[in-house]
């Protein structure tokens, strides 16, 4: 009897928390493409601790918020 694999392409939408702090110097710009590479690199360790991996980014979407200044 022959032995059966697959190789599976699954299409996600993930939410991932930045945890980083930008100060009011930074462009949105700036926190857009630092935040999405922690955010991709985030997913990124946590696929490669299986067996799956990152094979394409198509696109994130970013929601800011910044708190009042004190």
Request: net charge negative; with cysteine.
């Given at each position: 009897m022959s032995k059966a694999t697959a190789t599976v392409k699954v299409r996600l939408v993930v939410e991932v928390k930045v945890n980083s702090?930008?100060?009011?110097?930074?462009?949105?710009?700036?926190?857009?493409e630092q935040g999405t590479r922690e955010a991709i690199a985030t997913v990124t360790r946590l696929l490669t601790d299986s067996a799956a991996s990152v094979v394409q980014v198509d696109a994130c979407v970013m929601?800011?918020?910044r708190e009042p200044a004190r």
């Open positions: 702090a930008w100060g009011d110097n930074c462009t949105v710009g700036q926190v857009q929601t800011l918020s």
